[in-house]
């Protein structure tokens, strides 16, 4: 029958819809949707049309403070004895000398060199790691590595799960932020001395136990606080609440996207398929020695000549 051949163009596709573990809260806060990995992820909080609701909640931001949900970021969990080698065999920089309670940024090429993902690793104990991968790529990044494991590493001691439904997690950025994140975690001296740029760190946040990352996608003092998905709602409305003294405002993707646009950051828009680490100004990345996927096409002479197009601030 023809319906047999239109299936695929019918409707939702017939893909599922994920929905955050806040959606609810969302929904309540006049939030406006978007599908980016079968997630509906708040757009901006405002049924008003144009430039001028996202443009608020960016100022919030720079001027003040905001929180934002990634509970769609996709999360691995890299365990095992060789954990550090295999990342350092799957990202073009090195992650086996990252220091336990430290996080560090890094890119993942294709075989064919050109870029693939982008993301964090945190390091939480001598064989634990757990990085982010973007919304977009969450499923295929899980793929890509369990592949290069079976295929290319057999013989290391490493275990993958996907933990991406069992964490939520958000970001506190803004020139406040720290004064509010200090309100609501315990047990955690937050100083710039004791708790610096890409620290990593076990915490209780609002009664939940969890964990901190001092990462920051829009150039301001940033917290990202993940907790288990089922205690988001109250560790949500812990920071809001901390944050109302300082005018904490919500804020969605595009005004996200905004900032990290600002700062220069990569966003989805530039992972297209057909840049290059060079194009998006991380040519300084990879690392010298030792393979790694991509490594050897990353190096053409094409990919790194001087007409090609460069992401810029």
């Known amino acids: ?11 939702q596709h017939f893909k599922p819809r994920r929905r955050l573990p806040l959606h609810d809260w969302h929904e309540s806060a006049g939030a406006r949707f978007v599908n980016i990995g079968l997630w509906l992820r708040p757009l901006v909080y405002s049924r008003e049309p144009g430039w001028a609701p996202v443009l608020a909640e960016a100022r919030a931001v720079r001027e003040r403070v905001g929180l934002t949900d990634v509970s769609t970021l996709g999360k691995i969990d890299v365990q095992g004895a060789d954990a550090g080698r295999f990342l350092d065999f799957v990202y073009a920089n090195r992650f086996s000398t990252l220091p336990v309670g430290r996080a560090r940024y890094g ?5 064919d060199g050109l870029m693939f993902d982008d993301g964090t690793v945190a390091r ?14 969450a499923a295929a990044v899980l793929d890509h590595l369990d592949f290069q494991r079976q295929a290319h590493a057999p013989q290391l001691d490493v275990v993958l799960t996907e933990v991406g439904d069992a964490w939520a997690q958000f970001a506190l950025a803004g020139p406040r932020s720290r004064a509010v994140a200090a309100r609501v975690i315990d047990g955690l001296d937050l100083s710039n001395t004791a708790f610096p740029f890409m620290a990593a760190a076990r915490a209780t946040i609002a009664g939940i136990a969890g964990r901190v990352f001092r990462i920051s996608f829009s150039g301001e003092c940033a917290y990202e606080i993940a907790v288990p998905a089922h205690h988001a709602r109250p560790v949500w409305q812990a920071l809001m609440q901390a944050g109302e003294p300082e005018g904490i405002a919500a804020y969605g993707l595009d005004a996200l996207n905004t900032l990290r646009i600002e700062k220069g950051h990569v966003t989805g828009a530039e992972l297209t398929g057909n840049a290059s680490a060079d194009d998006l100004g991380f040519a300084g990345l990879p690392k010298g020695d030792g393979d790694f996927v991509g490594r050897d096409a990353a190096r053409r002479g094409a990919l790194n000549a001087a007409e090609r197009l460069q ?3």
């Open 1 to 11: 029958p023809f319906a047999a051949l239109a299936g695929a163009e019918a409707r």
């Open 107 to 111: 890119i993942m090429l294709r075989e």
């Open 124 to 137: 939480l104990g001598a064989g634990h790691f757990v990085l982010t991968t973007t919304t977009a790529n």
């Open 311 to 313: 992401l810029v601030a």
